[in-house]
C-alpha cells in the first residue's frame, strides 16, 4: 500500500513540476528538465507499482532490481555489447551507407538509372527486409559477419533513396550558375551538389541509426555464437532471468540514443547552414 | 508514370538476371560436389540446369520460388497448415490490429501534444527517444511474458505491431496538426470557434496529407513488428514463423516464398492505403 502511494505521490509531483516549468517561458534548461522529470517520474511509478502490487520479478523486475544486476554484470554486457554493435552493426552501418552513397552518385550520372532505380529502391525501403536475416545467417555463418550483412541491407535503400533525393536538390539556378563558373561535373559535385544534398544524406543516415541497431540484434535470433546481445536477450528469456534482458534493453537503449545522438551532433555541424539547425 | 515504366523494367528484369546468375555461383559447389561423389562430369550446361532446380539451394531460382508460392496458395486448401494464405492471414490480422491500435494511440497523443503544453515538453522527446530503442529486440520477452499473464494469441503481436507504428503516426501528426498557418487560426478566431470548433473544422483537416503520409510508414513497420512478434512463440503459424522453420531446416525456398508474400503484403497494403488517401483527398479537395 505504502508503495502504490509513493508510485501516486511521484506521479502527482512529477506532474505538477512539469507543469509549472512548462508554463515558464521555454529555454535550453527547461527543455532539458521537464522530460528529465518526466522519466524520473516514470521510473518511480513502475518502482512504486511493483512493489506495491508485488509483482514478480519474472514478469516485471523493478527499476532497482536492473540497475542492481545491470551494475553486476558489466562483463557480460560489454562481451555482448562488442559482439553486436562493434562487430556487427557498426560495420554493417559504414560499409552499407558507404555503398550506397556511391552508388546513389553513380545512379545520379545516369538519369536512366535514376528512374528506373528510384521506384525501385522506394518499394524495396518498405518492404519487411529484415526478413532476409534467415538467409543471410545461413549463407555467411553465425557469426558476425551475418549480423553486419543483414544491417547493409537494411540501411542500403533508405540511405540510397535519401542521398538520390539529395543529389537532386540543387536548383537549376544554383547549377547554371556553376556552368557560368566553367565547373566541370566534378568541381559541382562537390562544390554544390554534395553539399545541398547533406540535410538528406544525414536524414537517411539517421534512419539508418536505429535501422542498424535492430538488424544486428534480430538477426542473432536466428543463430550465433554464445554472446551477442540478441543472443543473450533469447536464452535469458527463456531462463526467466528478466533482469538479465532488462539490463541488456538498457545497454540497448542508450547505444541506439548514443549512435542517433552522435549523428545528429554531426549533422549539426555539417548543416549549419540549413533552415532547420537554426535556432533564435 | 509511363515515362517512367521502360527504366523500371530493366531494373527488375536486371534483378531477376543476376539473381539467376547469382543461383548459378551460389548453388554450383553443392552441384559439384554431388556430381564428383556420383561420379559424373558436368557440362555447363547440366551444371546450370542442376544449380536452378537443387531441393534446398542456397540461393533458390525465381521460378522455383514462384512455383513454391502457387503450389502453396492456390492447390492448398486455405484451412491446411501448409497454406500460406493461412499463415499470411495469422500475419495479417495482427498487422492490422496493430496498426488500429497504433493509430489511435497515435493521434490520441498528437492531439494532447499539440493542445498541451506540459504533454509536449515531457512526452515529446521520450516518443522520439523510444524510437531510438531496438524495440524489435524486446519483442521475444513482450511476447514471453504476456505469455506468462494469460494473454496470448494476436494481442502480444499487435503490442508490437502497435508499438512500431505510433511513432510516425504522432510525428506526422502533430506537423498536420500545427500546419495550419497564423492567418487561418485567427480567421477561426473572428468566427467566435472554439477550440472543438477549431479542431474539427480547420486542424484535422489540414492534417491529412500528414497523416496519410504517416500512415503508410506505420503500415510497413507494423508488418515487420508482426513478423518478428511470431518469431519467439515457437514457430506456430504466420509469416514469421515459416522464415524460423525454414531457418531451422534449411528450406531455402519456404524462406524466399515467406518473404515474397511478406514483400506483396506490404506493398498491397500500402497501396491500399495510397488508394484510401487519394479517394480522400480528392473529395476534400485537396489534390
Known amino acids: 500500500m505504502m508503495w502504490l502511494v509513493f508510485a501516486f505521490g511521484a506521479w502527482a509531483l512529477g506532474w505538477w513540476v512539469n507543469a509549472r516549468l512548462a508554463a515558464l517561458p521555454r529555454t535550453r534548461v527547461t527543455g532539458l528538465v521537464v522530460p528529465l522529470i518526466f522519466g524520473l517520474t516514470l521510473i518511480a511509478i513502475w518502482e512504486g507499482v511493483v512493489r506495491g502490487f508485488d509483482i514478480s520479478a519474472v514478469l516485471l523486475p523493478a527499476p532497482s532490481m536492473i540497475a542492481a544486476r545491470f551494475a553486476a554484470s558489466t562483463a557480460i554486457l560489454w562481451e555482448d555489447f562488442v559482439q553486436t554493435v562493434i562487430k556487427g552493426a557498426l560495420t554493417g552501418y559504414v560499409s552499407g551507407c558507404g555503398a550506397a552513397f556511391l552508388v546513389a552518385i553513380l545512379v545520379d550520372r545516369f538519369d536512366f538509372l535514376r528512374r528506373g532505380l528510384l521506384p525501385v529502391g522506394n518499394f524495396v525501403a518498405a518492404l519487411p527486409v529484415i526478413g532476409m536475416a534467415p538467409i543471410l545467417v545461413m549463407w555467411f555463418g553465425f557469426d558476425w559477419q551475418s549480423k553486419a550483412a543483414v544491417v547493409v541491407v537494411m540501411v542500403f535503400f533508405p540511405m540510397l533513396v535519401n542521398t538520390v533525393q539529395g543529389l537532386a536538390d540543387s536548383s537549376a539556378m544554383q547549377r547554371d550558375l556553376m556552368r557560368t563558373y566553367a565547373a566541370g561535373y566534378w568541381t559541382t559535385l562537390l562544390k554544390l551538389r554534395l553539399p545541398a544534398a547533406m540535410p538528406f544524406i544525414f536524414n537517411g543516415l539517421k534512419i539508418a541509426s536505429t535501422l542498424a541497431l535492430i538488424g544486428a540484434i534480430v538477426a542473432e535470433f536466428f543463430g550465433s555464437p554464445i554472446r551477442g546481445m540478441g543472443f543473450r536477450i533469447s536464452t535469458s528469456v527463456g531462463q526467466l532471468a528478466l533482469d538479465l534482458v532488462w539490463a541488456e534493453i538498457v545497454v540497448a537503449a542508450l547505444v541506439g540514443s548514443a549512435f542517433y545522438g552522435i549523428v545528429a551532433l554531426i549533422e549539426r555541424m555539417v548543416t549549419f547552414w540549413h533552415p532547420s539547425q537554426r535556432h533564435l | ?287
Open chain 2, 1 to 287: 508514370m509511363s515515362r517512367n515504366t521502360l527504366p523500371v523494367l530493366t531494373v527488375v528484369l536486371a534483378i531477376f538476371l543476376l539473381w539467376y546468375i547469382a543461383a548459378i555461383f551460389l548453388n554450383a559447389a553443392w552441384a559439384h560436389d554431388k556430381a564428383t561423389r556420383s561420379g559424373e562430369v558436368l557440362t555447363t550446361q547440366t551444371l546450370v540446369a542442376d544449380t536452378w532446380s537443387q531441393e534446398k539451394p542456397k540461393l533458390p531460382a525465381p521460378h522455383q520460388v514462384g512455383a513454391e508460392i502457387w503450389k502453396t496458395t492456390v492447390e492448398k486448401k486455405i484451412t491446411s497448415k501448409r497454406s500460406l494464405i493461412y499463415h499470411s492471414w495469422v500475419t495479417l490480422s495482427a498487422t492490422l490490429i496493430g496498426f488500429a491500435l497504433g493509430t489511435g494511440l497515435g493521434i490520441a497523443l498528437a492531439v494532447g501534444i499539440v493542445y498541451n503544453r506540459t504533454m509536449d515538453m515531457s512526452v515529446m522527446p521520450w516518443v522520439i527517444a523510444s524510437q531510438t530503442i531496438p524495440i524489435l529486440a524486446i519483442a521475444p520477452m513482450i511476447i514471453v511474458v504476456l505469455n506468462a499473464v494469460g494473454i496470448s494469441g494476436l494481442l502480444p503481436k499487435a503490442m508490437i505491431s502497435m508499438y512500431l507504428s505510433f511513432f510516425p503516426v504522432v510525428v506526422g501528426m502533430v506537423k498536420g496538426l500545427r500546419s495550419p498557418d497564423a492567418m487561418q487560426l485567427d480567421q477561426m478566431r473572428t468566427w467566435n470557434a472554439s477550440a472543438t470548433q477549431t479542431f474539427w473544422r480547420l486542424r484535422l483537416p489540414c492534417s491529412m496529407p500528414f497523416l496519410f503520409t504517416s500512415l503508410k510508414i506505420a503500415m510497413a513497420a507494423s508488418l515487420v513488428g508482426a513478423i518478428v512478434g511470431e518469431l519467439p512463440t515457437g514457430a506456430v503459424a504466420g509469416l514469421g514463423a515459416r522464415l524460423l522453420a525454414g531457418s531451422y531446416y534449411g528450406q531455402t525456398i519456404q524462406i524466399w516464398s515467406a518473404l515474397i508474400m511478406a514483400a506483396a503484403l506490404a506493398a498491397a497494403l500500402v497501396a491500399l492505403i495510397g488508394f484510401v488517401q487519394r479517394m480522400t483527398l480528392k473529395r476534400m479537395g485537396m489534390a
